[in-house]
């Protein structure tokens, strides 16, 4: 049996950042166990998304966070800071976070926030991405976080980390329904590509599903909606995070032909006014209505309101899917 790991000394700051998911808490305590094993001098610390983080020069330090407060990453993009990034499939982090949310759109908005704020960082320094979903050897993944971190691994220091951790975790892929999978890749997988690769573009998409009815709240939209009666909302929500910065929307609405001329007003909040638009059909049919908006402030969910403007007699309106692409910041 392997004796006692020796420290090999002293060392940076280095921060860890991890999706909700069992791979990531896997990674956070072996980050964690190394620290203490050998930066015998590093504090761990846990910041959330609201928290004020200012950095110890005096004091190295492992934070860890799912949803890095704006003072962090500012910091990540001013400090050549170590980061490592633990991700893993966007249907693998869903049915780990439905153990403590049982409820679908509440699990995919935790990890929907996760996902926009650790995305939402731009560090200067070095980055280690290592992905759950087809996990390296605990023993490589020891080696490549211990190597992030500054320091080597020993064939003794190896064998008492293995003996101290668990395995490393195989995909959490249960309970969720064939129906919900589909949301959920609709809605997170492309995010969650990008945490991995920045080149894979961002977008995501937001089928009817998962926004509320106007005329019963809080219960989920139908399809179609009968716009007969006084100016409304018809559709709203869905409280999904999206990434700071400029985004490009396209609405897939249909309309019967009572509804031609119907106006509707199309607006995005987070938590004030992100941006709006008009739009009056011509002829019934389905049609894409495009309009864009910026988000300051990722912490911040997104709702979408698309509400009719005058009352109308008749008419039936429809809401197919809300299609999201990022442009950029700035």
């Not at 990540?76 to 991700?87: A, D, G, K």
Request: glycine share 8%.
């Amino acid at each position: 049996m392997a004796g006692r790991i020796a420290p090999s000394g002293h060392l940076m700051t280095v921060v860890v950042l991890g999706l909700p998911s069992a791979f990531a808490a896997w990674g956070f305590e072996a980050v964690r166990r190394i620290a203490q094993a050998k930066l015998a001098a590093a504090q761990p610390q846990w910041v959330d998304r609201f928290d004020r983080f200012g950095f110890d020069e005096a004091r190295p330090t492992v934070v860890c966070a799912q949803f890095p407060p704006r003072s962090l990453r500012d910091a990540l993009s001013n400090r050549p800071i170590p980061v490592i990034v633990l991700t893993t499939s966007a249907t693998d982090a869903v049915c780990f976070q439905r153990l403590v949310q049982p409820t679908l759109l509440e699990a995919v908005r935790t990890i929907g926030a996760s996902v926009a704020l650790i995305g939402d960082c731009r560090p200067s320094g070095p980055v280690l991405r290592l992905d759950g979903s087809s996990p390296l050897p605990a023993a490589a993944i020891l080696h490549a976080l211990a190597g992030h971190m500054g320091v080597q691994l020993s064939d003794d220091d190896e064998s008492m980390l293995l003996e101290m951790l668990q395995p490393v975790p195989s995909a959490y892929l249960e309970g969720l329904a064939e129906a919900d999978e589909g949301i959920v890749t609709l809605v997170l997988e492309n995010s969650v590509a990008h945490l991995r690769d920045e080149t894979v573009p961002l977008r995501s998409i937001w089928p009817h599903r998962v926004f509320f009815s106007g005329d019963r709240p809080n219960e989920e939209a139908p399809l179609v909606t009968d716009a007969t009666g006084g100016s409304r909302i018809l559709y709203y929500g869905p409280y999904f995070h999206l990434a700071e910065g400029r985004w490009r929307a396209k609405l897939t609405l249909g309309f019967t032909k009572e509804a031609v001329g119907l106006p509707l007003k199309i607006s995005a909040w987070g938590p004030g006014l992100l941006g709006e638009a008009r739009f009056r059909p011509r002829q019934e049919g389905i049609f894409a209505a495009p309009f864009s908006f910026t988000v300051a402030e990722p912490e911040h969910p997104v709702e979408l309101h698309i509400r009719t403007e005058e009352g109308a007699i008749e008419g039936r309106i429809a809401l197919g899917q809300v299609e999201l692409n990022y442009v950029g910041r700035g």
